[in-house]
Nanobody, 112 residues
Framework: DVQLQASGGGLVQAGGSLRLSCKAS????????VGWFRQAPGKEREGVSC????????YYADSVKGRFTISRGNAKNTVYLQMNNLQPEDTAVYYC?????WGQGTLVTVSS
């Protein structure tokens, strides 16, 4: 079974940093694109960042460009999201994703 286990969320002040991790299992990790979505209270889920399997290309939503960095540790079957200069509008549940598969989410709360 495909499993995606996200961790690393928490409470941080504006301007702070967090690093999210998503441990994947049940598939050949380095053959798939993986990414992060988020859902803020009362809002729809939105794509944050993703990284391709073959060529390492990355995508970032405009709202996080220059602040967030996605990376993958293929040896550890893990995808990371380094989030710097966090702002209150980044408050959301962050989900790891591979296609139709979703992790359980990890809550990021940024206080002003």
């Amino acid at each position: 079974d495909v499993q995606l286990q996200a961790s690393g969320g928490g409470l941080v002040q504006a301007g702070g940093s967090l690093r999210l991790s998503c441990k994947a299992s049940g598939f050949t990790f380095d053959e798939y694109a993986v990414g992060w979505f988020r859902q803020a209270p009362g809002k729809e889920r939105e794509g944050v960042s993703c990284t391709s399997a073959a060529d390492g290309n990355t995508y970032y939503a405009d709202s996080v460009k220059g602040r967030f960095t996605i990376s993958r540790g293929n040896a550890k079957n893990t995808v990371y999201l380094q989030m710097n200069n966090l702002q209150p509008e980044d408050t959301a549940v962050y989900y790891c994703n591979r296609g139709t598969f979703w992790g359980q989410g990890t809550l990021v709360t940024v206080s002003s």
